[in-house]
């Protein structure tokens, strides 16, 4: 029997590198089995973008796409869901969702991530879950899901790409099952689905520029992950804003005020409400 060869193709989003990270450790494992594989970062560049969409378009071979979004506001971000409504139509496509979440809750991102892509057309064989450090918390020294990814969340994304690449081997790849990612309770699933980031962006405090030190360098603007920024000669924000703080954290003068106390607490309490077994989890079929 001939090895069917599969094209691999990752997209992520990633403001603050983690679900990069993610997105890296199964590159590197795909590449080491000799796989190709073509990465793209989804948010800013577009016409990228747009050429790897062509290329998994015409590909004639069967495809396997990994899928990565942050966990924000109890789902996956509305960028990645925007994506996998793009994905082509692929008679052979299988997929693998992941999602890092901060600790507070991986809620609803992978089983609506799982029932978009099947509604795509595309097999859901394989989903995984990784803890990360909570992006709001940055300024704190001890976060929520200080320390990961961690050298055994890397390896438990080597078991993911071994699974996955041993099940395609077959002629007819074995399917997870969409129930085994609605692994939240229904009442709480029920509950997470009242929140959403639009909501979460009305919740999440201000950022004011400082003229007195901001020194309209531009470095905002640089590190935005959706180019919700523009120098008019201050920075201003954008509708596309995904509350990323990417900006805040980043700038070298301190020039964009916040107070992210109120939230600390926020995230805490979810944490405790939703008491999460396993931070992090690999689903196979
Ligand atoms: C606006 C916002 C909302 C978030 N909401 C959640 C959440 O609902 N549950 C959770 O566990 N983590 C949440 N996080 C934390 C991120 O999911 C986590 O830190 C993730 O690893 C960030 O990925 P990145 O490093 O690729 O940006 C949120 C972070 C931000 C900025
Ligand atoms: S990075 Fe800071 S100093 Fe530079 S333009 Fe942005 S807010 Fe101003
Ligand atoms: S404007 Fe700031 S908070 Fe909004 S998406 Fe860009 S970097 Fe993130």
């Not at 869901?81 to 793009?86: A, P, V």
Request: proline share 7%; hydrophobic share 40%; glycine share 4%.
């Amino acid at each position: 029997m001939t090895e069917k060869i599969y094209k691999s193709f990752i997209f992520y989003c990633s403001p603050a590198g983690t679900t990069r990270h993610v997105a890296k450790v199964v590159e590197r494992k795909l590449k080491s089995k000799k796989r190709e594989v073509t990465v793209c970062e989804i948010g800013k560049n577009k016409e990228q973008l747009t050429r790897v969409l062509q290329n998994l378009t015409e590909i004639e071979e069967p495809v396997t796409v990994y899928i990565g979004s942050p966990v924000y506001a109890s789902h996956a971000l509305p960028l990645i869901m925007d994506l996998i409504e793009r994905l082509p139509a692929k008679s052979q496509g299988y997929a693998v969702p992941f999602a890092t979440w901060g600790g507070a809750t991986s809620a609803l991102a992978l089983e609506e991530m799982g029932a978009a892509l099947t509604a795509r057309g595309y097999s859901v064989i394989a989903a995984a879950k990784i803890l990360a450090v909570h992006s709001l918390m940055w300024q704190l020294e001890n976060p929520v899901g200080s320390g990961h990814p961690d050298a055994a969340n890397d390896r438990l994304l080597d078991d993911l790409v071994d699974a996955v690449e041993k099940n395609l081997v077959h002629s007819e790849p074995l399917i997870l099952s969409q129930k085994v990612l609605e692994y939240q309770p229904r009442a709480m699933a029920a509950e997470m689905l009242k929140l959403n980031l639009q909501i979460a962006k009305g919740i999440l405090p201000q950022r004011t520029i400082n003229h007195e030190v901001c020194t309209q360098c531009g470095e905002c603007v640089t590190q935005c992950p959706v180019e919700a920024l523009t120098l008019a000669p201050w920075p201003v924000f954008a509708e596309p804003c995904i509350s990323c703080f990417n900006c805040v954290r980043l700038c070298p003068e301190n020039g964009i005020e916040t107070d992210l106390t109120p939230i600390y607490q926020r995230i805490r309490e979810r944490a405790q409400a939703a008491q999460e077994g396993a931070p992090s989890q690999i689903y196979l079929p």
